[in-house]
């Protein structure tokens, strides 16, 4: 899956001598219009930014849903030309898309009510002493080349450090709750680790009763739960 990596786009920008910071400026004169616009506007409180196809607004709208019990209010989506940088991105309230998937929105979306929980700290320290975030990975794949799930992390992206783990993890458990698919189907229901992944994010409210019930029915719980 293409992610924005913000480590690589710095390096990159040092090199070229740009820089990477998105121009907000210049996608907030262009203000999508038309009723899928207007309905997330309408519904969510959010701002959107630049030229977005009408099937591109469906993908963001389609994964707000998938957030019934968060307040996303505030948050600006901006749609970016794809260039070196790819994916998308989240920074203070800004959601950045450069591909507009189902995916890296979710993910972004992620990052967003991750940075908005209450306990977050508490969070962040329980999913630090549950997995440990040792460098195991190269962002796209295991230093064995492999990708998939792995060890309580959803993805080698996850095993980045606790941000990027939330926002994998919350995209993952989306994915598979409503549309019945991604990196869950293949997480090895033998590791304890996934569960207590999902049992963490549960407590701090960042997953729902859908993903709840999804995710036990595939076997990712704690056996006395
Ligand atoms: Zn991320």
Aim: proline content about 5%; charged content about 30%.
């Amino acid at each position: 899956m293409k992610r924005f990596f913000p480590v690589l786009a710095v390096f990159l920008s040092a090199c070229a001598g740009t820089s990477t910071e998105p121009d907000y400026d210049a996608a907030r004169q262009m203000i999508p219009k038309g009723p899928r616009a207007d309905e997330i506007r309408e519904r969510f409180h959010v701002s959107l930014y630049g030229s977005w196809e009408d099937g591109e607004l469906s993908v963001v709208l389609g994964a707000m849903e998938m957030f019934p019990n968060k307040d996303l209010s505030g948050l600006e989506f901006y749609r970016m030309p794809r260039g070196e940088e790819r994916g998308g991105r989240y920074d203070l309230g800004r959601v950045t898309v450069r591909e507009p998937t189902l995916d890296i929105v979710l993910h972004e979306l992620g990052h967003a009510v991750h940075s908005r929980c209450p306990s977050r700290a508490k969070l962040d320290a329980q999913l630090q002493a549950a997995l440990g975030f040792a460098a195991y990975c190269s962002a796209s794949s295991w230093s064995d080349g492999a990708g998939g799930p792995r060890r309580g992390f959803v993805s080698p992206y996850a095993a980045m450090n606790v941000e990027e783990c939330v926002a994998e993890s919350v995209a993952a458990a989306k994915l598979w709750s409503r549309r019945g698919r991604g990196p869950l189907g293949e997480a090895d229901r033998s590791d304890e680790r996934f569960a207590l992944v999902f049992e963490i994010l549960d407590a701090h409210g960042l997953t729902d009763d859908e993903d709840r019930e999804e995710i036990r029915k595939i076997g990712l719980s704690s056996p006395q739960r």
